[in-house]
């Protein structure tokens, strides 16, 4: 006998007003006020041109195929967490050019909170362009810092069952925010992480930065970096000394885990999928399992929840917009399942991996989500029976 599904819509389904899909609707109702996960970042117009037959070269002109926009950077996650039902709260500037309104209105219609956020006159919203050749990418970037202190921007962080921070920058050095003590203090599960160092440092001053998080989510070479360790299961070991929810990502490999507060250990390994854009697929990856530990589930469905959001990412390019919503999950099941019940025995053996997949699905049409636009503007999640 199946289980019925865990969350809820917020509203009635209407023929012209699908709700997004609620998975927290059974928690919500213990406490309808809280904002699920906050976040706080730099946001950037992406400009992403894919079908380039060469990169461009000095004194050249090379004409694209395909071209996408959306907000990049901290929208990444905000998006993707939004897109799978959490109540997102986003703390960055914006400026007062056109890129900045671009940003502002696509995240509103994200249903992304951006009470936290402010625009800033005469600050430019800072602009990545990519370039996509061969599934490989080049980036541009501009930009200039915020005009105020981030903790400035964030005199208090708003309630909310979790936040994610960042606990490093370019120079090398490792801080968990004002902000995020303070969402500490007040009940919040604060999901760290720490971009690339090219500092070379590694600064071993991590472990205490971590001391007020729950969980530190880190790729294996990073992993590994902070640790000294010598394989990345040595250094989760030692990260799980460090953090309640110690979780690795092992790229082409998948992903493990401990969770002390649970007692569980979890290996699992990726979703098969061609990757056509790898922006943002930890930033959705981390909303998978943000979404999963607020509400609760087994570790091992937590991770395999995550890597499926990370891998329908990116079959799609243009970062934010590529994160699925629940109609991506579904037809992706379904198509699976289809797959398997003809035989397929790749497609069987997912079904045996994702069973527990139906449970969480809504029962009904839920609204659409799009990706980016220009030439790749389209819609998913449309109508299912």
Known sequence: ????????????????????????GAERRQDPGAIDVFMSGTVFLDIIFTGLPDAPSAGTEVWA????????????????????????????????????DFCWRTLGQEKVDLTGSRRFTHWHTPVTVSMSVDRD??????????????????????????????????????????????ASADGAMVFA?????PSGTWNPALADQLGGCHAFIP?????????????????????????????????????????????????VPPLPTLALDPTGAGDVFGAGLVLGTVAGWPLRERLLFAGLCAGLAVQHFGGSLAAPGWGDLTDWWRATADRAAAGDSAAQEL??????????????PVCEVRRALATLARYSDLDTA
């Open 65 to 100: 195929s395909g071209m996408g926009s959306a907000p990049g950077g901290i929208a990444n996650l905000a998006v993707a967490a939004a897109r799978l039902g959490l109540r997102t709260g986003l703390a960055a500037g914006f400026g007062d050019d056109a890129y900045g």
């Open 137 to 182: 990418r080049s980036m541009v970037t501009h930009g200039h810092d915020l005009p105020i202190p981030v903790d400035e921007l964030i005199s208090k962080p708003p309630r909310s069952r979790a936040v994610v921070a960042s606990l490093g920058d370019a120079s090398g050095d490792v801080e968990l925010p004002g902000w995020a003590h303070q």
């Open 1 to 24: 006998m199946s289980r019925a599904p865990r969350g809820g819509a917020d509203t009635p389904p209407s023929a012209s007003d699908k709700p997004r899909w609620d998975p927290l």
């Open 351 to 364: 079904v045996t991996r994702y069973g527990f997949l139906p449970d969480l699905l809504p029962a009904g």
């Open 219 to 267: 790729n294996a070479v990073e992993a590994m970096s902070y640790t000294h360790a010598d394989t990345p299961e040595a250094a989760l070991r030692a990260i799980a000394d460090w953090v309640p929810l110690a979780v690795v990502t092992l790229g082409s490999e998948g992903s493990m885990a401990i969770d002390s507060s649970t007692g569980e250990e979890a290996r």
């Open 193 to 197: 992480d720490v971009g690339w160092d």
